[in-house]
């Protein structure tokens, strides 16, 4: 391997986005080349800086319950997000009251005509 | 039973996206530079995806919220800093994008700091949101190359060269150590 073909794609085996044959021909050629072995190790030595110079950046823990907050407030001002049912749903639904309500009156007037109709002794 | 409706949605909600908080909240606070505005960015932009929160599939939601963190939070300096405004998805050139910097740390700043990571802390803090955002997602959030084109809205080759960009200027200025 070259070092023209290793050069512009150093960051990124770095960042371990190379396949694993490739990123294992890179490994080769930086161990041996004089030019890129020096700057991986350059890079690599950026990398450990900077994960241990940033601070670790932590949500306070107030967020949290601020943000609860937010989103009762949020979904008080938007009372329709739970009445909100798909068009067909509520079709279906209200086709089956109509059937409920139809067949209970039926058995309804079945049951008193089967009354009506009961062989005195 | 609209409450128990709501209810659900929050609790849902709640549970996709509060255990990136952490994570929603550093960003935040790398591109705001400040804890109270990170905060507050931060609050505002769970509101605005818990609007959009039907259009969510399931996926990669750590993803998912930091792009609208990250938006929220341009959002934020366009109205509170216009100074610091540049463009985000045209790039520069290398020299370009840097000189563009906010000029929010100044050479004395720099001479100041007393340790090299204190001064690699800066230095991060200087760079362009652009390059800034790339290296705080690659190296303290540790996302892929995709992730970062997602949540950045650009091209993949465009992510790699703000990270070769971002490493460059931070080398150059780290005198003594890249």
């Known amino acids: 391997m070259q070092c023209e073909e290793v050069r512009p794609r150093l960051d990124a085996y770095l960042d371990g986005e190379l396949a694993e044959a490739e990123s294992t021909l890179f490994r080769g050629h930086l161990e041996s080349c004089p030019d890129c072995g020096p700057e991986i190790a350059a890079l690599e030595r950026l990398r450990d800086g900077i994960r241990r110079a940033a601070p670790d950046y932590r949500a306070p823990a107030e967020l949290r319950s601020r943000i609860r907050f937010a989103l009762r407030r949020e979904t008080a001002a938007n009372p329709s997000w739970g009445l909100r049912a798909p068009g067909w749903l509520a079709y279906a639904a209200s086709l089956l009251l109509a059937v409920a309500v139809g067949s209970g009156g039926t058995r309804l007037i079945t049951n008193e005509s089967q009354e009506n109709t009961m062989p005195t002794r | ?178």
């Open chain 2, 1 to 178: 039973m609209a409450w128990i409706g709501e209810r659900r949605r929050r609790s849902r909600f709640e549970t996709v996206v509060l255990p990136h908080l952490d994570a929603a909240y550093a960003l935040a606070r790398w591109l705001t530079r400040n804890d109270a505005d990170a905060a507050d960015v931060v609050q505002e932009a769970c509101v605005r995806a818990f609007r959009y929160f039907d259009s969510y599939r399931e996926g990669d939601a750590k993803s998912w919220i930091l792009k609208i963190v990250r938006r929220a939070c341009y959002d934020w300096i366009e109205r509170n800093r216009p100074a610091e405004v540049v463009p985000l998805e045209t790039d520069a050139g290398p020299e370009g994008a840097v000189n563009s910097a906010p000029a929010a740390l100044d050479a004395n700043a720099l001479l100041e700091s007393r340790s090299d990571l204190r001064h690699l802390d800066r230095l991060i803090e200087a760079l362009p949101p652009p390059l800034r955002e790339a290296i705080v997602l690659r190296e303290l959030h540790e996302l892929d190359y995709r992730q970062i084109a997602e949540v950045t809205g650009v091209p993949i080759g465009t992510v790699m060269s703000r990270l070769h960009r971002a490493r460059a200027t931070l080398r150059r200025g780290w005198c003594g150590k890249g």
